[in-house]
């Protein structure tokens, strides 16, 4: 999704948004992760506004304090991008791939399903389809990409043959490696 990131090239793509649209981006998020209600001063200080910047191929990003936390396309769901999984790791169900699938993941391809049953693996939560995961990979600490389950857990386990997750945003990308926008 993001192997290349631009602003549209117009001069409404950086917007302070009204209040009551804050209101609803923020109700959405903590609807959607439920674990930031505890932390939701530090995500979303007061007298701090949110500021959404549009870029190309309808993407969303929302910003606090000219840091990127959350994105989404269209009117999908927000993802949170991996630096703020980084400082909030609990928010998002895990899933562990094994060495062998580190180096793709990083060069932004799906995950498959052998990825994720082979030794060294792990997915100790029964996830649905479309659940939004931390894609952790095999003797490391934090998160190398969010992805979506394209199958249900229990499917990956018993067909173990092609795509389990959508790798939707992974380590070295264009949106990682511009966490500041100014």
């Known amino acids: 999704?993001?192997?290349?990131?631009?602003?549209?090239?117009?001069?409404?793509?950086?917007?302070?948004?009204?209040?009551?649209?804050?209101?609803?981006?923020?109700?959405?998020?903590?609807?959607?992760?439920?674990?930031?209600?505890?932390?939701?001063?530090?995500v979303f200080p007061k007298k701090v506004p949110i500021v959404q910047v549009k870029c190309q191929n309808h993407i969303n990003l929302i910003l606090i304090n000219n840091e990127v936390i959350f994105f989404n396309e269209r009117e999908g769901p927000y993802y949170p991008t991996l630096r703020f999984l980084h400082k909030y790791p609990n928010i998002l169900p895990h899933v562990q791939v094994d060495k062998g699938a580190i180096r793709f993941v990083l060069q932004g391809?799906?995950?498959?399903?052998?990825?994720?049953?082979?030794?060294?693996?792990?997915?100790?939560?029964?996830?649905?389809?479309?659940?939004?995961?931390?894609?952790?990979?095999?003797?490391?600490?934090?998160?190398?990409?969010?992805?979506?389950?394209?199958?249900?857990?229990?499917?990956?386990?018993t067909i173990n043959n092609d795509i389990g997750i959508n790798n939707i945003h992974y380590l070295g990308d264009s949106l990682y490696m511009s966490p500041n926008l100014e």
């Open 1 to 42: 999704m993001f192997k290349k990131l631009s602003l549209k090239g117009s001069s409404n793509t950086n917007n302070q948004i009204k209040s009551s649209l804050q209101r609803n981006i923020k109700s959405a998020i903590l609807a959607q992760y439920p674990k930031l209600k505890d932390i939701e001063e530090d």
């Open 109 to 157: 391809a799906n995950i498959m399903c052998r990825g994720l049953t082979s030794p060294g693996a792990k997915m100790e939560v029964d996830l649905p389809v479309d659940a939004i995961v931390a894609v952790m990979a095999e003797g490391k600490d934090h998160a190398s990409a969010i992805g979506v389950m394209k199958m249900s857990t229990n499917d990956i386990r």
